[in-house]
């Protein structure tokens, strides 16, 4: 049966969309690469839990393997690219972290030099945070010196033992801090009920009270009507002769070729699904590939290059219980300040510590646990004493850095899959060694017995975004500031490869801001979109 | 792969040389916990075999304590890649067994449904923070 709206992707921002369009009295159909997930059967819910973690749940799908994973050349980076395919998509896996964008994220050029001007700023899009906010429940505290004033959270995510042992460490300093905005209820919140510290948000949460959109955006959805048709993979979007979208052809569950017609394309398939499909759409209107006249489709991947520091402590701090991501996050070091040798800067996320089998196969690994007879104590004086750190560093967008197709892989269906290449620039080089070495230095405030920290952490490519920019000007970017392709009037691209930088912080709170923003564009002027 | 006897004896030694068991605090060694050794674990008992005749004219296994820790710390630098590889699986191993979680205190359960407490923590910390002020650049 025809759409109107298509939407491809049913992860992060493709949810929020989905919602937002559901109650227009149009047909809305989202075509998702993956499937239902089924919270029984996540690892906190299973004795081998950390296990788990290198096998099917483990944030490469070139590791997973799964059926439905699309593979993804990353040799030519020194980070690996992570995602997760599923309803929900890669917010099945997040640890939930949900800070904003800083206003200045949205004026680089003009402030500081670096990176591009965003079409939109903070003031347009606080209202769409505000809403999603709402939806998703969200756990902070309120007064956050390093924000414009956030209303209406839940209560923050406790700090426990480690958490106000290094908040204490901050403090010393004169550094900020604060309380982790995450993506987690702490209250029973619209039919969900609230976080019991499972600890493993990162690979599913069973109890439902991270908020996966699976659980937030989707139920309400689909009650609207939205149809959601599973274990979809799009192959590309066709179009007319008058260069319009026409639908997209897809492979279903049982490997069939079919098409689904649609009036309006809108693509959510994250930084490098949707570059790849845009890639993949060639035709003879677009020969190098759709809405890619201006030759950026791909281009300006930013990950954000993840720096880690990790503090051993004497006591025993219970480190290893709680929302393993979210604890108490810093932004001292967020605004620029050139003295640094760098310009922009980063977010400094307090991490739990990790679980037992972790902390062994580390400690062995780095030496730190022994063989041999003091491996017992060895083991009893890191477990759970142990406080974690991300260093999240802000990247430019450059065009050397960029999402292509592969000469070579493809994914089960035959459909040519993506290669990332990737490097990391002086600039993130610099904040990146700055960065670990104040992480170090809160950890020694705090009274660590010793630390360690380093970086770019390889399995951290999580922050996919700048693959088809948002701007005014058609030859330096994909979409307008209404996320409409410049060069199709009927193509959206609702996800964080709009982003025209990057900020320092974790994206899906932005993401699905702008998602909600795009969406509102569209509704207002629907009719004007959708093809005759 | 099968193993004779002898290998056995072998692998055993290896596997408390990497975990001993602790009789006070009533944890066993790897070599009690079931460990199911693959073909890395095959090579790296060749090895330590093949230089414990070479360096001490006498198989592993039958070597003193003091004896083994040599060859085995000599072959760790030979094959750090290979040595590690098995150690991460035999801790990984070895911290799943009910035995050892209940002495330690790790769980024997899945995290959920009973889930954990965590300690709320003092947010009167904040007040230094929050009397500094405004950092954010207003745009």
Known sequence: MPADILIIGAGCSGAAVAWRLSDLGLKVVCLEQGNYMDPSRYPSATIDWEQRRQTDFHPSPNVRRLPIDMPVNDCDSPISACYYSAVGGSTILYSGHFPRFHPSDFKTKTLDGVGDDWPIDYHELESYYAMNDQMTGVSGLAGDPAYPPIEGMLPPIPLGRAGEKIAKGFNKLGWHWWPAYAAIITRNYKNRERCINLGPCNLGCAQGAKSSTDVTYWPHALRNGVELKTLSTVSRIAVDRAGEAIGAHYFDADGTERFQPARLVIIAANGIGTARLLLNSKSELFPCGLANRSGKVGKNLMMHPLGYVEGVFDEPLNSHLGPQGACISSQEFYETDLSRGFARGFTMQILRGQGPIETAVSGILRQDIPWGEEHHQSFQNMFGHTIGMAIITEDFPEECNAVTLDPNLKDRHGIPAPKITYRLSENSKKMLAFGIARGKEVMKASGSLREMGFGPVRMAGWHLMGTARMGYNPKTSVVNSIGQSHDVRNLFVVDSSVFVTSGGVNPASTLQAVALYIADQIRANIYEFLRN | ?139
Not at chain 2, 3 to 25: M, R, T, V, Y
Not at chain 2, 88 to 104: A, E, I
Request: net charge negative.
């Open chain 2, 1 to 139: 792969m099968s193993f004779s006897g002898i290998d056995e004896a072998g692998l055993n030694d290896l596997l408390d040389l990497i975990i001993p068991p602790d009789p006070q605090k009533g944890l066993p060694g790897a070599s009690q916990v079931g460990f199911q050794p693959d073909e890395e674990v095959w090579k790296i008992l060749k090895i330590l075999d093949d230089a414990a005749i070479v360096e001490l004219d006498s198989r592993f296994h039958e070597l003193s304590h003091p004896d083994r820790v040599t060859v085995v710390n000599s072959q760790r630098k030979s094959h750090p890649r290979l040595f590690s590889w098995v150690a991460k699986h035999v801790v990984t191993h070895y911290y799943q067994q009910q035995q050892v979680r209940r002495v330690l205190s790790l769980g024997e359960s899945p995290p959920f449904p009973e889930g954990y407490s965590v300690e709320e923590g003092d947010l009167t910390l904040l007040e230094d923070v929050y009397f500094r002020g405004s950092i954010y650049r207003h745009v």
